[in-house]
């Protein structure tokens, strides 16, 4: 039963992916509840599972390791498939209004969304490098369409500039996995820190910097992010939610996974992870001194995004259980907080027509759902309580506090001080009063407005109440702490 | 390691290196795709060759990797060339500028 369900969460999007591309409204509909709706039922019992007997592998047509391709459950993996089923069933719920199923435009979209569910499914339950690379590969293609689907020559641009640094990425990583193979034999995660053991290490060193380059590029880790502001900036706003919130996670995820799953203990030097830590640190400050420069409200987000991807490299060579709660706990509430913001500023562009900072003013009488989904995320963002937020950058700093690195102390204020200008700095403006004559005539908002709004209000809910309901899930990342770091 | 593998490897890092100096001097967005298909390319080639077994069978593992790799690069470069007349169409041109965005 449960193993069916873990298939499901793969193969029900993908199917989905096929049924979308018949033609009519119906097909659409169909996939869309097979391909979508289903995936937090498929969720709960795989969930169960893993809370009553802890992670497990999924030996797939029952070929085993060594020639199979296996599947693995753990807490982490656990995290990210349900902010595949939560954040991507409400920023869909989003785009069903402006990609209506029957549409043209829909049925360019429908498809793309679901094979882009389908293939991070595959990549966060996959424990193969091989098939990761697949996964990858297809998280791209599926992704950077939906992004020129916004039309704009701007959009377009980006859209090229991402697929070329993503081919190049993808590249670097393949040459990596194919060394590493040839030396070690295999190409299963769980199974490579024993094989690695005897792999003579330059070689291995060699192919373990490729596939870390690849994954930096396409995690768009400071300094190599400078396709992302533009892309994420212009796509369409459901995209952009699913794009910062997810899909630059695919490739973080798997830094994770091979970086502190897949070799032997020791192997990777102090020296690695204080390189991740300086990127995690320059991307916080870079990020957040950008976000505060940029002119359009979608393009300071996309430079938070930057900025709020140094946390999950920042704390790399802390090593601890509160580390390791406070990353995951990052994922979990970034994810949120800037799928919600994204939704915010579509429908703020979509009401007023202009996402110019200098064009925002009086939104609290022209938007009020949207500014004040935008309000709450962003406390989310900053770090204040009560939210997600705040917990994943208090447990950081307890943990930078106890490990005695002042240095990564002073770094994490630092972020947060920049965060709180730049969401400040849009709220300022979004409550400004031009003319005080004009300030009466409140715009009608439609009702499928209303809705959207209702949506991005749901996700800044939810990355708040997750820094109240936050022990049965850090409990639970508590369990999933990566073998290397377990002894600590 | 026999002379034969020797010289497939040679060929694949000459061929690796021309797609990374295509890439580098290559200002068109085509010729930039034909400069990572070229590096696609000599990655194959490395990993058939390293798959080879100086002794015994060949190892089929890296064979299947190889065909499910081109099949994603054939895709991925279809996908590229329909997004490059789309550039062509929204910009007029079908180069990057370096300097815009970002």
């Keep these: 039963m449960v193993h069916e369900a873990l298939i499901g969460l793969v193969f029900l999007p993908l199917l989905g992916a096929c049924l979308a591309v018949l033609p009519g409204r119906f097909g659409t509909r169909l996939a869309i509840v097979v391909g979508l709706a289903s995936l937090p039922f498929l969720l709960l019992p795989v969930t169960l599972s893993v809370l009553r007997e802890g992670a497990w592998f999924y030996t797939l047509g029952g070929w085993s390791a060594p020639l199979g391709i296996r599947l693995y459950v753990d807490p982490l993996a656990l995290l990210m498939l349900w902010m595949v089923a939560l954040i991507g069933g409400l920023a869909a719920a989003h785009a069903w209004h402006d990609f209506r199923p029957g549409t043209a435009a829909g049925e360019r979209f429908w498809p793309l969304w679901l094979l882009l569910t389908a293939a991070m499914n595959g990549l966060f339950l996959s424990a193969d490098l091989f098939n990761l690379y697949v996964c990858l590969e297809l998280v791209t293609l599926a992704a950077i369409p939906l992004i020129a689907m916004a039309g704009s020559a701007t959009a377009v641009r980006a859209a090229m500039r991402y697929l070329l640094l993503a081919l190049l990425a993808s590249l670097a990583y393949l040459l990596g996995v194919a060394l590493l193979y040839n030396s070690s034999g295999t190409l299963d995660l769980y199974l490579l820190p024993d094989a690695l053991a005897t792999a003579p290490a330059p070689v291995t060193a060699f192919a373990l910097a490729l596939i870390g380059t690849g994954l930096l590029l396409k995690g768009a880790v400071f300094p190599l992010h400078v396709w992302l502001p533009q892309a994420h900036a212009s796509a369409p706003g459901p995209v952009s939610a699913v794009l910062s919130a997810l899909v630059v996670k695919t490739a973080i995820y798997l830094l994770y996974r091979v970086g502190l799953w897949s070799l032997p203990a020791g192997l990777l030097a102090d020296g690695a992870m204080l390189l991740f830590a300086v990127l995690g640190a320059g991307a916080l400050i870079y990020g957040g001194v950008l976000a505060l420069l940029q002119d359009r409200l979608k393009l300071v987000i996309a430079y938070s995004t930057v900025a709020q991807l140094g946390y999950l490299l920042l704390a790399l060579p802390l090593a601890s259980l509160a580390a390791w709660q406070a990353l995951t706990y990052q994922m979990l509430s970034h994810g949120l907080a800037k799928a919600a913001m994204f939704l915010a500023a579509a429908n703020i562009l979509h009401a007023i027509g202009s996402d110019r900072l200098s064009d925002l003013e009086r939104l609290d009488q022209r938007t009020p759902l949207s500014l004040f989904a935008l309000a709450v995320a962003g406390v989310s963002i900053m770090g204040l309580p009560p939210s997600g937020g705040f917990l994943a950058k208090w447990l950081l700093l307890e943990a930078a506090w106890r490990g005695g690195q002042w240095g990564l102390l002073s770094v994490l204020i630092l972020g947060s001080l920049l965060a709180a200008a730049y969401v400040f700095r849009v709220l300022a403006a979004a409550l400004r009063r031009e003319d005080p004559s004009e300030a009466e005539d409140a715009e009608g908002i439609s009702a499928i407005g209303r809705r959207q709004a209702t949506y991005a209000m749901l996700l800044a809910l939810l990355a708040l109440v997750t820094g109240f309901a936050a022990a049965p899930i850090l409990e639970l990342m508590a369990t999933g702490i990566p073998p290397t770091w377990g002894a600590a | ?102």
């Design chain 2, 1 to 102: 390691m026999n002379t034969t593998a020797l010289i497939y490897l040679l060929t694949a890092a000459a061929v690796f290196g021309i797609g990374v100096h295509g890439l580098l001097q290559a200002r068109q967005v085509l010729r930039q795709l034909l400069a990572i298909n070229l590096m696609g390319g000599a990655i194959f080639l490395l990993l058939i060759t390293l798959g080879g077994g100086a002794v015994g069978p060949p190892d089929p593992v890296p064979q299947a990797m190889v065909l499910t790799g081109i099949v994603i690069a054939v895709s991925a470069t279809a996908f590229a060339l329909a997004l490059l007349l789309r550039l062509q169409d929204a910009t007029g041109t079908s180069e990057l500028d370096p300097n815009d965005g970002a």
